[in-house]
C-alpha cells in the first residue's frame, strides 16, 4: 500500500487510524490506497482538491456509530460525503481527516403512501425516491439538478432546491424526520413521520448544518400524489432585462407556476447545441414557465401568464403540446452545467439569491462586471425563487484566469447581498462562500453559530474549515 505523505509523523498517524478502523470495520469499508482515494479528493468544485488519510464505507447505522466514536476518541477529523456534487466544495476532505462515504447505506426502508412519508438511508439518490414511488403516482419533490446522482443525505446537508422547489419549497420543506449520529455515538431521533414534531426545532437546525453537527444514518421524507398532468411555456425576450422584469411580474402578480427558470444567451445557445431542445436562438433570454394541475387549471394559468408575458412583448412563446416537447424542454435545462462544460474549459457556478424584484437590476451589473473582469457568464437560474446561478467560464490552467473568476464570483456574492438576498441559494457555503459569511452575518452572529456547532462538536472534528470564514 502506498501511503499519502512521505513525512514519516504523518505516515505514523495514518497507520495507526487505518489498523484502529481496521478493527471495525469489515476490510471491503476502508480505502486506503492511493489509487483508490483519488475518486474522493475533490467534489463538485473541482478547482480544490485534498488527499484524505482513509476513506470508510459504513454499510449500516452501527459502523457509523463505531467510526464517530473512534474518530471522537483519536481526535481524528470526519468528512461526511454523499456522491460528491457538492458545488461548494462542502465534501472536499482535509489532510488529517478521513472521509465517511455513505453511498452504500442506500436502501428504501419503508414507504407510507397514507399517510405520504417515506424512510430512506441517506445514500438512496434524490431520483431514486420518485422513481420507488412514481408507479403509485406519487414523488418526491425537490428536485436538484444532480438529482440522477446526488444522495438525500446529501440535500439535508445543502438544503437543496431543485427547478421545481418554487412551488413546493425545498429540503427543509419535504422533510419529515431523521436519525443523527453524533461525535460521542449518540443517536439522536430528530422529527418523525409526521409534521410538527415536539420541542426544539431540531430538524430546522440540522438541515443545510453541511455535515458539521453529526451523519445522518436515516432520513424520512414527504412524498406527494403527482398532479394530473404539467405543460411547460417557452418565452424568449430581446433583453435580460426585460425577462427580469417579467419574472418580477409574474411572481407579483400572486401567480405561482411550478417552476420559473430562466437563461441568458450563452446559455440558451449551449443548451440548444446539447439537447436539441427547440429553445428560440434569437432571444437574448429565455423564460421556461411550468404549470400543473388538470387541464382546466393549466389551461386557466398559462393563459394569465401568457397574458402578462405579452406586455413585456416577447420574441417567441411557445407553450409544450405533448409530454415529449416538455421532456425534451426539461433535457435542455437540467443538462445546462454539462452543456457550458462542452463550451468553456471550466467554469465556476455560482449560487446566491435575491428579491425577485431586483432581478433585471442584478442581471445588468452583472453583465457590467462579466466585461470588466473580461470572462463570460452564462446565466441559468431559478428565477422564481431569486436563487441565481451564474456560471463564470474560465480556464484553470491558467492562473490568472482561475483568480479573477473567484473575484468576479465574490462580487457577485457581494451584489446578492447587497441587492437584500443572500450567499446562498441551494449549493451551501462549503469552503466556497467560507470567508464571504462576514458580508451576510455580524461578528455576533457568527459567533453565536460556532457555539452551536461547538455544542455538537466541542472539539471542531466535523467537516472543520468549511463554513465559518478562518480568521
Ligand atoms: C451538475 C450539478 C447540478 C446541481 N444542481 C443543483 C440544484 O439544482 N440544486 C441544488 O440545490 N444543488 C445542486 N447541485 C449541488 C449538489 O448536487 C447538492 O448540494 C447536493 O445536495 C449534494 O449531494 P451529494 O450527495 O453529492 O453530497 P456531497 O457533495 O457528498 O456532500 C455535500 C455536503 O453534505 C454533507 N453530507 C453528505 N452526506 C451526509 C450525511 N449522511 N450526513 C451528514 N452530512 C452529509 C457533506 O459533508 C457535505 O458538506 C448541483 C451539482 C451539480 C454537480
Same mark, same amino acid.
Given at each position: 500500500?502506498?501511503?499519502?505523505?512521505?513525512?514519516?509523523?504523518?505516515?505514523?498517524?495514518?497507520?495507526?487510524?487505518?489498523?484502529?478502523?481496521?478493527?471495525?470495520?469489515?476490510?471491503?469499508?476502508?480505502?486506503?490506497?492511493?489509487?483508490?482515494?483519488?475518486?474522493?479528493?475533490?467534489?463538485?468544485?473541482?478547482?480544490?482538491?485534498?488527499?484524505?488519510?482513509?476513506?470508510?464505507?459504513?454499510?449500516?447505522e452501527?459502523?457509523?456509530?463505531?467510526?464517530?466514536?473512534?474518530?471522537?476518541?483519536?481526535?481524528?477529523?470526519?468528512?461526511?460525503?454523499g456522491?460528491?456534487?457538492?458545488?461548494?466544495?462542502?465534501?472536499?476532505?482535509?489532510?488529517?481527516?478521513?472521509?465517511?462515504?455513505?453511498?452504500?447505506?442506500? /436502501? =428504501? @426502508?419503508?414507504?407510507?403512501?397514507?399517510? $405520504?412519508?417515506?424512510? +430512506?438511508?441517506?445514500?438512496?439518490?434524490? &431520483? %431514486?425516491?420518485?422513481?420507488?414511488?412514481?408507479?403509485?403516482?406519487?414523488?418526491?419533490?425537490?428536485?436538484?439538478?444532480?438529482?440522477?446522482?446526488?444522495?438525500?443525505?446529501?440535500?439535508?446537508?445543502?438544503?437543496?432546491?431543485?427547478?421545481?422547489?418554487?412551488?413546493?419549497?425545498?429540503?427543509?420543506?419535504?422533510?419529515?424526520?431523521?436519525?443523527?449520529?453524533?461525535?460521542?455515538?449518540?443517536?439522536?431521533?430528530?422529527?418523525g413521520?409526521h409534521?410538527?414534531?415536539?420541542?426544539?426545532?431540531?430538524?430546522?437546525?440540522?438541515?443545510?448544518?453541511?455535515?458539521?453537527?453529526?451523519i445522518?444514518?436515516?432520513?424520512?421524507? /414527504? =412524498? @406527494?400524489?403527482?398532479?394530473?398532468?404539467? $405543460?411547460?411555456?417557452? +418565452?424568449?425576450?430581446?433583453?435580460?432585462? &426585460? %425577462?427580469?422584469?417579467?419574472?418580477?411580474?409574474?411572481?407579483?402578480?400572486?401567480?405561482?407556476?411550478?417552476?420559473?427558470?430562466?437563461?441568458?444567451?450563452?446559455?440558451i445557445?449551449?443548451?440548444?447545441?446539447?439537447?436539441?431542445?427547440?429553445?428560440?436562438?434569437?432571444?437574448?433570454?429565455?423564460?421556461?414557465?411550468?404549470?400543473?394541475?388538470?387541464?382546466?387549471?393549466?389551461?386557466?394559468?398559462?393563459?394569465?401568464?401568457?397574458?402578462?408575458?405579452?406586455?413585456?412583448?416577447?420574441?417567441?412563446?411557445?407553450?409544450?403540446?405533448?409530454?415529449?416537447?416538455?421532456?425534451?424542454?426539461?433535457?435542455?435545462?437540467?443538462g445546462?452545467?454539462?452543456?457550458?462544460?462542452?463550451?468553456?474549459?471550466?467554469?465556476?457556478?455560482?449560487?446566491?439569491?435575491?428579491?425577485?424584484?431586483?432581478?433585471?437590476?442584478?442581471?445588468?451589473r452583472?453583465?457590467?462586471?462579466?466585461?470588466?473582469?473580461?470572462?463570460?457568464?452564462?446565466?441559468?437560474?431559478?428565477?422564481?425563487?431569486?436563487?441565481?446561478?451564474?456560471?463564470i467560464?474560465?480556464?484553470?490552467?491558467?492562473?490568472?484566469?482561475?483568480?479573477?473568476?473567484?473575484?468576479?464570483?465574490?462580487?457577485?456574492?457581494?451584489?446578492?447581498?447587497?441587492?437584500?438576498?443572500?450567499?446562498?441559494?441551494?449549493?451551501?457555503?462549503?469552503i466556497?462562500?467560507?470567508?464571504?459569511?462576514?458580508?451576510?452575518?455580524?461578528?455576533?452572529?457568527?459567533?453565536?453559530?460556532?457555539?452551536?456547532?461547538?455544542?455538537?462538536?466541542?472539539?471542531?472534528?466535523?467537516?472543520?474549515?468549511?463554513?465559518?470564514?478562518?480568521?
Amino acid at each position: 500500500m502506498k501511503l499519502l505523505d512521505p513525512k514519516p509523523e504523518i505516515m505514523a498517524r495514518q497507520r495507526k487510524i487505518i489498523e484502529g478502523l481496521r478493527a471495525l470495520l469489515p476490510q471491503r469499508a476502508i480505502i486506503a490506497d492511493h489509487i483508490s482515494l483519488k475518486p474522493y479528493e475533490t467534489d463538485g468544485l473541482s478547482a480544490y482538491r485534498q488527499m484524505p488519510l482513509a476513506v470508510v464505507l459504513p454499510e449500516d447505522e452501527s459502523q457509523v456509530v463505531a467510526i464517530m466514536k473512534f474518530c471522537a476518541a483519536e481526535g481524528v477529523r470526519v468528512i461526511p460525503r454523499g456522491a460528491g456534487t457538492s458545488l461548494s466544495g462542502g465534501a472536499l476532505p482535509l489532510a488529517d481527516a478521513i472521509v465517511v462515504g455513505m453511498m452504500r447505506m442506500n /436502501r =428504501i @426502508l419503508e414507504i407510507n403512501y397514507a399517510d $405520504r412519508y417515506a424512510v +430512506v438511508q441517506p445514500g438512496v439518490t434524490n &431520483i %431514486a425516491i420518485t422513481k420507488a414511488v412514481e408507479e403509485q403516482k406519487f414523488f418526491y419533490a425537490p428536485d436538484p439538478s444532480s438529482q440522477l446522482a446526488c444522495m438525500i443525505g446529501g440535500n439535508v446537508a445543502m438544503n437543496s432546491g431543485g427547478a421545481h422547489c418554487l412551488k413546493y419549497g425545498v429540503t427543509a420543506n419535504n422533510l419529515l424526520g431523521l436519525r443523527l449520529v453524533t461525535l460521542t455515538g449518540d443517536v439522536l431521533e430528530i422529527g418523525g413521520k409526521h409534521a410538527d414534531a415536539a420541542g426544539y426545532d431540531w430538524l430546522g437546525l440540522i438541515t443545510g448544518s453541511e455535515g458539521q453537527l453529526g451523519i445522518f444514518s436515516e432520513i424520512t421524507v /414527504r =412524498i @406527494l400524489a403527482s398532479p394530473e398532468g404539467a $405543460r411547460a411555456m417557452l +418565452v424568449g425576450f430581446s433583453a435580460n432585462e &426585460i %425577462a427580469g422584469a417579467c419574472v418580477d411580474a409574474i411572481i407579483s402578480s400572486g401567480i405561482i407556476p411550478v417552476a420559473l427558470e430562466f437563461m441568458d444567451r450563452p446559455a440558451i445557445h449551449a443548451c440548444e447545441a446539447f439537447a436539441h431542445a427547440g429553445y428560440p436562438l434569437d432571444a437574448e433570454a429565455l423564460l421556461i414557465i411550468e404549470v400543473e394541475g388538470s387541464e382546466a387549471e393549466q389551461t386557466e394559468m398559462l393563459g394569465r401568464i401568457r397574458e402578462i408575458c405579452e406586455r413585456f412583448h416577447p420574441v417567441s412563446l411557445r407553450v409544450s403540446e405533448t409530454a415529449e416537447e416538455s421532456a425534451a424542454i426539461w433535457k435542455g435545462r437540467k443538462g445546462a452545467f454539462g452543456a457550458v462544460g462542452r463550451i468553456s474549459p471550466d467554469y465556476l457556478c455560482m449560487d446566491g439569491t435575491i428579491p425577485t424584484s431586483r432581478l433585471a437590476e442584478v442581471l445588468r451589473r452583472i453583465g457590467e462586471m462579466s466585461a470588466s473582469y473580461g470572462l463570460q457568464v452564462a446565466n441559468i437560474f431559478h428565477a422564481g425563487d431569486g436563487n441565481l446561478h451564474p456560471l463564470i467560464m474560465f480556464d484553470a490552467n491558467n492562473p490568472e484566469s482561475f483568480g479573477k473568476a473567484e473575484a468576479f464570483g465574490a462580487d457577485i456574492l457581494r451584489l446578492c447581498v447587497e441587492a437584500g438576498g443572500c450567499l446562498t441559494g441551494e449549493h451551501g457555503v462549503g469552503i466556497e462562500k467560507r470567508d464571504l459569511m462576514p458580508t451576510q452575518f455580524s461578528a455576533a452572529e457568527l459567533a453565536q453559530m460556532r457555539r452551536v456547532k461547538s455544542a455538537f462538536d466541542p472539539d471542531w472534528l466535523l467537516n472543520p474549515a468549511k463554513v465559518f470564514p478562518l480568521c
